[in-house]
């Protein structure tokens, strides 16, 4: 159980952080001659409307802390993470400064302000955050506020996380000793550490010695049974429980999240958690490609015009692609090829230039048209995948949808690339395109899908505009 100096002091940062925020409003309210007049103190007409914006105000700001900030006395979050989660949250309660203004017409809030208030909400909360950090630290290693630690395994992944938190006595921890998996792991153990008993002894070891928390260091995909166990003794004692798995085991717990259903609790795996980021990209995909289309509407009837008057066949090009979750969809381009372009790719397999994947490319195609190899040089081919972004079968950044026979004969970590929308450009598209080996062009795609942000797809855009005016890798 959480000790009450331990809450009381969880609760007293929650409420600094909002009186460190009353007061910056404060400040840029009474002491900035543009919005009081010349006098700081001079008198202002109140008005009822006015209380309903400082309470709209209020309520922002602390959901915007209780949602971007972890309030928990937990030893193990990072000072980098702490600083991150504090830089989001007043990032945030700046720009509902900005929106609130706006909505009560306060015209006296204007940039300067704000980037005063930022400033000063940021820079008082970082240094609260590195004084609580500092006396914390120096209490720890002088032997007050620690914790007794009993680490449950007997294994090299056991040795190093002990060796790990023993090399950082800011912590605050004290290892009581370890539990062994079983009497071959006890008997086997040469590092450094107590062994106080095995995982069938566990009851015991905690009956008898000092125990406020335990790290778990069992592999999970044999030991699963043990972990429940552990977990259960730990809930009926109040004592916190940590699992370390191993760096194999780790990716697997990025995603976790607990929901319930029916009253039965589900922990649900790989579960998009990014849910803001996730609608601000189908804004910026809807907003983006609507815009586009309605500018470059002469460009695209110019092109329809040319390829209709220098080519026989239609202007566009539909075909079945693979989307998210191997959804179907028909993908639609600028028609660059001659008309049995398909039927005619069978002839030249043995040419293509992807030699490692199901992917055909073909530097000096027979089959691309005049104005096909401009515009497809230029990338305007692409352009019509608009109305695919509008329609919200693709996205502007994400991977490209591949052919359904490309797909079958994906190897198995090739897939993972269907697990997101397909989109206009990726970092294959600014990496070069053609001049990329299939595997590699896999493997962005995974790094992408591993990375993602809302950021990485504007960083993307951004660099995609010099690619296609230069024409990198473009065939």
């Known amino acids: 159980m959480i000790r009450l100096r331990h809450k009381v002091l969880i609760h007293s940062f929650r409420l600094l952080d909002q009186m460190i925020l009353v007061a910056a409003a404060a400040f840029i309210i009474y002491f900035r001659p543009e919005i009081r007049g010349a006098s700081p103190f001079s008198q202002a007409t109140y008005r009822m409307s006015d209380t309903v914006g400082v309470l709209l105000l209020a309520l922002g700001w602390v959901g915007i802390f209780a949602y971007c900030i972890r309030y928990k006395a937990d030893r193990f979050v990072a000072l980098r993470t702490q600083l991150k989660d504090l830089l989001k949250a007043t990032t945030l309660a700046s720009f509902w400064l900005v929106i609130v203004s706006g909505i009560f017409s306060v015209k006296s809030i204007n940039t300067l302000n704000i980037l005063l208030f930022w400033s000063m909400v940021t820079a008082a909360g970082v240094i609260s955050r590195l004084m609580l950090r500092v006396m914390l630290m120096s209490a720890r290693r002088s032997g007050y506020n620690y914790r007794f630690l009993l680490v449950i395994g007997a ?8 060796a790990r ?13 370890f539990v062994a998996e079983n009497a071959a792991a006890r008997d086997s153990w040469t590092s450094q550490g107590e062994i106080l008993g095995t995982l069938d002894e566990l009851q015991g070891v905690l009956k008898r010695e000092r125990v406020d928390e335990m790290i778990v260091c069992l592999p999970v995909d044999s030991r699963f049974s043990d972990i429940v166990k552990v977990v259960q003794h730990a809930r009926d004692l109040g004592v916190v429980v940590r699992l370390m798995p191993d760096l194999q085991d780790g990716s697997l717990f990025k995603s976790l999240h607990l929901e319930e259903f029916e009253g039965e609790h589900v922990v649900t795996l790989f579960r998009e958690q990014m849910l803001l980021q996730l609608l601000a990209k189908r804004l910026v995909d809807a907003t983006i490609s609507l815009v586009a289309l309605i500018v470059l509407a002469p460009l695209m009837l110019v092109v329809a015009i040319l390829i209709k008057v220098t080519s026989p066949g239609p202007v566009f090009f539909a075909q079945d692609r693979v989307g998210m979750n191997q959804r179907r969809f028909r993908i639609y381009k600028f028609r660059s090829m001659v008309i049995d372009a398909e039927e005619r790719k069978k002839e030249l397999q043995h040419l293509n230039e992807i030699a490692d994947g199901p992917a055909f490319k073909m530097k000096d195609d027979p089959r691309i048209t005049r104005i096909g190899r401009f515009i497809r040089k230029t990338s305007i081919d692409e352009l019509p995948q608009l109305f695919n972004v509008l329609h919200g079968e693709m996205s502007l950044v994400g991977p490209r949808p591949p052919l359904p026979d490309e797909v079958k004969r994906y190897e198995w970590l090739f897939r993972k690339r269907l697990s997101v929308k397909p989109g206009i450009t990726c970092v294959w598209q600014i990496s070069g395109r053609s001049n990329t080996t299939f595997e590699r062009w896999m493997e962005m795609d995974n790094e992408y899908i591993e990375n993602w942000s809302i950021w990485l797809d504007m960083k ?3 660099k995609t505009i010099p690619a296609v ?3 990198r890798g473009a065939s």
């Open 460 to 462: 993307i855009l951004i």
């Open 155 to 162: 294994n090299n992944r056991a040795s190093e996380v002990a």
């Open 165 to 177: 938190i023993d090399a950082r006595p800011e912590l605050g921890y004290k290892i009581v000793g």
């Open 469 to 471: 005016l230069l024409g």
